[in-house]
């Protein structure tokens, strides 16, 4: 994200170093010739996987994400590209929604199953490391198959996890406000960075009161913008083992939630229980909405006004506790080419040729090279670099609390019972109780 001389040259020497590692091991590979499938590509006699090897040479790996058609096209044109680069590296490809994704891969996990090589989130690493299927990435990097250097803002580190590389960034994001621009400025509110939670609620009651219209979509169901309120307080959603706040914290965010809806400042959650999928943003049922911010393109298509990012409010002024999050791609434990997983991952996050391919879709492109290679013409991706930029001038941004095994739980849990209690189903005090309750059985698991 640096701009100038200085970070341009630091891009341009990365980018010669990776076409020299990338034409190294395209000789490697035409030297070895068939004498590859006899090598096993560091396959163990125990080793288990989808992946398949031939007697010519050539390996098959698997590689499953979740996602769209949309990123599916895109991710098949990136396959196609890295094919030709490795003729002897052929890719057997799978994409799910979200939520079925998860489901396929836990059973193909217990199975001794899983692909090769696969689209990865932050609240999965330790639940998969302590059921021993990621892969330890570190050797890799060590042999040369992949390289960690020339990510930005610190992405590096994102996927490592008690000494070992789990994952590796694709991408990058940051929570934030995103806006109705006409809204806010009917309502004569201009956020700006530094903010604080007192002019965001007076934002709300401008918001209401001058336009009809509720101020935010309601963000007491979104762990991740609660987590960094708690990171402004000097706490955070998890530590590395469990919950690192209170029963009382939650009661007094969850409060003021209901109030909020109560009062006209967030929507009115059954209104947007019944304009699902749409957001209630884009639907015109409030005045912005807390998200991550490659997330800004779906308001751009489902609604009919401008939208922008606003900085996230703060506790003290300064701290907003944000950092870049990504997904990741990981690989198996056990697959029979980790040098090839290796290579794949490699390829997918430094070739300059992935990212004019993907651009934003997995979110602002995680290292220097590829960051570089894409740079957006449309008003709504310049907006989203400009904003992740403008965190890192403002030198807001710190690491990622790790998270449990038994995160991906939590979230849930928490997305649920917040929208059980703003539909008037749940108590307060019940909602929180509810939450530590499934909690802590997961976070013991």
Known sequence: MQQGGNAKRHVNRHANRYAERRTGRRAILKAAGASLAVAGL??????????????????????????????????????????????????????????????????????????????????FLRKYDAKNVLLDLSEQVKAGNLAMDGFRAGLEKFGEIDGKLLGVPVGSNSMA?????????????????????????????RIRDRTGRAGDSGMYGVMYLY????????????????????????????TKAEKG??????????????????????????????????????????????????????TDGKRTGQYLGSLMLSGYKRTEHPKEVAQFIDFMVHDPEVAKIMGYDRGVPATHAQYDAYRPTDPVNKAIAAYEESLVEAGVLEQITPHPNGADICE????????????????????????FTESKTALAG
């Open 227 to 254: 987590d960094l309120y708690l990171r402004q307080n000097g706490k955070a959603f998890f530590t590395e083992d469990g919950l690192g706040f209170t029963e009382a914290d939650l009661t007094t965010w969850w």
């Open 177 to 205: 406000l995103v806006i109705d621009k006409p809204v806010y400025t009917r309502a004569g509110v201009k956020p700006e960075q530094g903010w604080t939670w007192d002019d965001f609620d007076e934002a709300m009651r």
């Open 412 to 435: 849930a849990a928490f997305l649920r019972i917040a929208e059980e209690m703003a539909l008037g189903t749940r108590s307060v005090e019940d909602a929180v109780e509810q939450f």
């Open 42 to 123: 560091g396959a163990t006699a125990t080793a288990c996987g989808g992946g398949s090897g031939s007697g010519d040479g050539t390996v098959t790996i698997r590689y499953s994400w979740w996602g769209a058609e949309d990123r599916a096209e895109r991710i098949n044109k990136t396959i196609a590209l890295f094919e030709k680069k490795y003729p002897q590296i052929k890719v057997k490809t799978d994409f799910q929604p979200y939520t079925d994704f998860w489901k396929k891969f836990n059973t193909q996990a217990s199975g001794g199953n899983p692909p090769d090589v696969f689209q990865n989130a932050i609240g």
């Open 261 to 314: 809806v109560k009062s006209g400042l967030f929507a009115d959650a059954k209104k947007v229980a019944q304009i699902k999928p749409k957001s209630a943003l884009s639907a015109e049922l409030a005045g912005s909405e807390f998200t991550w911010d490659n997330f800004t393109v779906r308001y751009t298509s489902e609604g009919k006004s401008e939208y922008g990012l606003a900085p996230i409010p703060t």
